[in-house]
């Protein structure tokens, strides 16, 4: 009697390291923080009645805040160095060879199978060419523009001498304008971040559904599998 079972094989690939996958999570708690204290901060709540001295909670707002935002700013400086002492895939989302025609057909085929215009989708170790580009210039420079415009903000506070204010505020408002206007551009920043979020874990949970290869999972155990 003849097998009409067609075969069907997979393949594990150590694609994300330990310090990529603890970082990545980390930093994905600090944002979610950021959010939600930054909506706040932007758009405060109401007055409570009572005495001030009683009432805290916008003080312990702008400390989660602040503290989140320490923690992304530690946590990009340690991406940084592990680009450097990681492996190939530590490296893709801050150096990709945007002259090469190969990536750009590359890229193409992953915007068309993400608008279903594509029938089989290309399988990768580490992330895609479309994914590459979103997260090197939607996510790395999002972050730099955030650390940079939030320190710069946070230096106002802490005044003139502090090292935020040497490192950041003494040229970035200037640069700007004025304060409010980092303010403005600083919660636009928040906003594509959250959309960029938004569509990060669609792609993810879309990814791990229809290419036949973990992604969710990639991101905690390490190993990427083809089937």
Not at 7 to 21: F, G, K, L, W
Request: contains cysteine; proline residues 3%; aromatic residues 18%.
């Amino acid at each position: 009697m003849s097998d009409n079972h067609a075969t069907h094989s997979e393949t594990s690939v150590y694609v994300y390291e330990a310090p990529i996958r603890m970082w990545h999570w980390i930093n994905a708690l600090a944002i979610t923080i950021l959010a939600i204290t930054g909506y706040f901060i932007g758009s405060p709540l109401p007055t409570m009645s009572g005495e001030a001295s009683d009432h805290f909670l916008m003080g312990y707002i702008r400390f989660a805040h602040f503290a989140a935002a320490y923690i992304v700013l530690i946590g990009f400086i340690f991406r940084l160095y592990w680009a450097l002492v990681g492996n190939k895939h530590a490296r893709e989302i801050f150096i990709h060879n945007i002259f090469c025609k190969s990536y750009w057909a590359e890229l193409w085929h992953e915007v068309r199978w993400y608008l279903f215009m594509e029938k089989e989708p290309k399988q990768y170790d580490g992330h895609n060419p479309l994914a590459i580009f979103a997260m090197h210039w939607l996510f790395v420079y999002g972050i730099i523009f955030m650390i940079v415009t939030g320190f710069a903000l946070y230096g106002e506070g802490t005044g003139a001498g502090s090292w935020s204010h040497t490192l950041f505020t003494s040229w970035v408002i200037p640069l700007f304008g004025q304060s409010m206007d980092v303010h403005t551009w600083h919660h636009f920043g928040m906003w594509i971040i959250i959309v960029f979020v938004m569509i990060h874990i669609y792609v993810a949970v879309r990814e791990d559904i229809m290419s036949r290869q973990s992604i969710i999972s990639s991101m905690i155990s390490g190993w990427r599998t083809l089937k």
